[in-house]
Protein backbone atom coordinates (compact mmCIF):
# COMPACT_ATOMS: atom_id res chain seq x y z
CA UNK A 1 0.00 0.00 0.00
CA UNK A 2 3.18 2.60 0.08
CA UNK A 3 3.64 4.88 -2.74
CA UNK A 4 -0.66 5.01 -3.30
CA UNK A 5 0.07 8.59 -4.86
CA UNK A 6 1.01 6.89 -8.36
CA UNK A 7 -2.43 5.08 -8.61
CA UNK A 8 -4.15 8.10 -7.52
CA UNK A 9 -2.75 9.79 -10.21
CA UNK A 10 -3.08 7.24 -13.01
CA UNK A 11 -6.80 7.00 -11.93
CA UNK A 12 -7.12 10.73 -12.03
CA UNK A 13 -5.57 10.27 -15.24
CA UNK A 14 -8.00 7.65 -16.62
CA UNK A 15 -4.50 5.98 -17.51
CA UNK A 16 -4.78 1.72 -17.04
CA UNK A 17 -3.12 0.92 -13.58
CA UNK A 18 -2.04 -3.17 -12.74
CA UNK A 19 -0.06 -3.99 -9.53
CA UNK A 20 1.92 -6.91 -9.66
CA UNK A 21 0.98 -8.28 -6.21
CA UNK A 22 3.75 -10.96 -6.07
CA UNK A 23 6.46 -8.81 -6.71
CA UNK A 24 8.42 -7.99 -4.26
CA UNK A 25 12.49 -6.60 -3.75
CA UNK A 26 14.18 -10.17 -2.20
CA UNK A 27 14.41 -13.01 -4.26
CA UNK A 28 11.83 -15.86 -3.42
CA UNK A 29 11.03 -18.13 -6.20
CA UNK A 30 7.92 -18.94 -5.60
CA UNK A 31 6.45 -14.92 -5.18
CA UNK A 32 9.25 -14.42 -8.59
CA UNK A 33 7.15 -16.88 -10.61
CA UNK A 34 3.93 -15.96 -9.47
CA UNK A 35 5.03 -12.05 -10.90
CA UNK A 36 6.06 -13.63 -13.63
CA UNK A 37 2.91 -14.82 -14.27
CA UNK A 38 0.94 -11.86 -13.16
CA UNK A 39 3.24 -9.68 -15.10
CA UNK A 40 3.03 -11.76 -18.19
CA UNK A 41 -1.10 -12.01 -17.67
CA UNK A 42 -1.42 -8.18 -16.89
CA UNK A 43 0.69 -7.16 -20.76
CA UNK A 44 -1.50 -9.70 -22.56
CA UNK A 45 -4.42 -7.98 -21.34
CA UNK A 46 -3.63 -4.62 -21.86
CA UNK A 47 -1.20 -4.98 -25.07
CA UNK A 48 1.12 -2.07 -24.19
CA UNK A 49 3.16 -0.94 -27.01
CA UNK A 50 5.72 0.44 -24.72
CA UNK A 51 6.84 -1.05 -21.07
CA UNK A 52 8.68 1.09 -18.66
CA UNK A 53 10.46 -0.81 -15.96
CA UNK A 54 12.47 0.74 -12.89
CA UNK A 55 14.14 -1.49 -10.67
CA UNK A 56 16.19 -4.19 -11.22
CA UNK A 57 14.38 -6.96 -10.34
CA UNK A 58 11.04 -5.75 -11.87
CA UNK A 59 13.60 -4.93 -15.05
CA UNK A 60 14.41 -9.00 -15.13
CA UNK A 61 10.58 -9.99 -14.31
CA UNK A 62 9.54 -7.63 -16.46
CA UNK A 63 11.32 -7.93 -19.86
CA UNK A 64 10.41 -11.59 -19.40
CA UNK A 65 7.25 -11.37 -19.39
CA UNK A 66 7.26 -8.39 -21.80
CA UNK A 67 8.82 -10.86 -24.21
CA UNK A 68 6.66 -13.35 -23.78
CA UNK A 69 3.46 -11.32 -24.10
CA UNK A 70 5.60 -9.62 -27.24
CA UNK A 71 5.34 -6.43 -26.25
CA UNK A 72 7.49 -4.25 -28.82
CA UNK A 73 9.25 -1.98 -26.94
CA UNK A 74 10.27 -2.49 -23.27
CA UNK A 75 12.63 0.03 -21.79
CA UNK A 76 14.44 -0.34 -18.70
CA UNK A 77 15.68 2.94 -16.36
CA UNK A 78 18.22 2.19 -14.11
CA UNK A 79 17.36 4.30 -10.79
CA UNK A 80 19.69 6.83 -9.27
CA UNK A 81 21.60 7.06 -12.92
Do not use: M
Not at 32 to 60: C, E, I, M, Q, W
Request: proline letters at 5%; aromatic letters at 10%.
Amino acid sequence: EEGTWLRERCIESKISFRVIPHLQREIHPWHDTLALKSFYTALRDLRPRVLHLNSAKAGVIGSLAGRLARVPNIVYFIGGW
